[in-house]
């Protein structure tokens, strides 16, 4: 890998991580569930962004990777569902 394509994905690592943490903290405020599905989403994807830079001989290509990456957009998908549900309840 080279140092380009390394610092680039610590930079979306860094950026996956902050959006998490910012996350956490509204979700500390207001105890909403789309807050904390949001900073669980963020902070998986840091983890593998930071993960493939880590791992030796690793490729972005690799089927694990994406896997987890589904995960992180299956994740962004429930919470925006469970919250469009739940004002439709509220009605």
Wanted: aromatic share 14%.
């Amino acid at each position: 890998m080279s140092a380009i394509n390394a610092f680039l994905l610590g930079a979306v690592a860094t950026g996956s991580l902050t959006a998490a943490l910012f996350f956490l903290r509204f979700w500390r405020l207001t105890h909403d569930r789309f807050f904390l599905l949001f900073s669980i989403a963020f902070a998986i994807d840091a983890a593998d962004r930071a993960a493939l830079v880590s791992i030796a001989f690793s490729s972005e290509h690799e089927p694990l990777f994406y896997l987890i990456r589904l995960l992180v957009y299956t994740l962004i998908l429930i919470a925006i569902i469970d919250k469009n549900r739940a004002n439709r309840r509220d009605r």
